[in-house]
């Protein structure tokens, strides 16, 4: 349920999680960082911008996917796996 702060839709950190499909040590973390926008109420509850929320939810890719340009050789090129040798009897 959004709450509506200076005319814009907020959300809680739980709620940001949800929706941005993280955990909620990465969305205290890019609050901390100011690369999420939200507002501090009191001391310790967040309120979270939905409209920082979707840019931040467009712009995250997992490490696998992320990091794909950074592999010696794609998964494709790779040589597969020797099989173990039976042991002797």
Known sequence: MAEMIDGKPHMTIAEAVDF?????????????TNKLRGK???QRLWLV???SAIEARDGLT??????????ARPAAA???KKK?????K
């Open 20 to 32: 941005m499909g993280c955990t909620d040590g990465w969305v205290r973390h890019l609050l901390r």
């Open 40 to 42: 501090r109420i009191g």
């Open 49 to 51: 911008s939905q409209e």
């Open 62 to 71: 997992t490490r696998s996917a992320g990091k794909k340009h950074l592999a």
């Open 78 to 80: 790779r040589k597969p």
């Open 84 to 88: 173990p040798a039976a042991p002797r």
